[in-house]
């Protein structure tokens, strides 16, 4: 089992900007990719950026240009800037991991419990 912690999230005014982190801790595979999906209510999570153990990046529609996703492999923990936040970035952000396992295995697929981030004056 792998458990996933985020911190950083909180209140911000627009235009402000927030760091958020997240660890993972357990039994990991090393070929993995990590991500930041955020979810309001009523609504489906959606992907705000991944990164792979390798390094390679992917955002959503909503995690570009403002945000940049980082990550240490060797501290299993990724990190998401976020820049010139907007009241529509209000909502809580989830840190997600899946461990390849080999071809022809699924994923093991594992979320932390979210950071709430807030944006209003």
């Known amino acids: 089992q792998v458990r996933l912690v985020e911190f950083g999230g909180g209140l911000v005014q627009p235009g402000g900007s927030l760091n958020l982190s997240c660890e993972a801790t357990?039994?990991?595979?090393?070929?993995?990719?990590m991500g930041w999906y955020r979810q309001v209510p009523g609504d489906q999570r959606e992907l705000v950026a991944s990164?792979?153990?390798?390094?390679?990046?992917l955002y959503g529609d909503f995690g570009s240009g403002r945000f940049t996703i980082s990550g240490n492999s060797a501290k299993n923990t990724i990190y998401l800037q976020m820049n010139k936040l907007t009241p529509e970035d209000t909502a809580v952000y989830y840190c997600?991991?899946?461990?390849?396992?080999?071809?022809?295995?699924?994923?093991?697929?594992?979320w932390g419990h979210g950071t709430q981030v807030t944006v209003s004056s």
């Open positions: 990164i792979t153990n390798g390094g390679g990046k």
């Open positions: 997600n991991r899946q461990d390849f396992k080999g071809l022809g295995n699924p994923r093991d697929n594992y």
């Open positions: 357990g039994s990991m595979y090393p070929i993995y990719t």
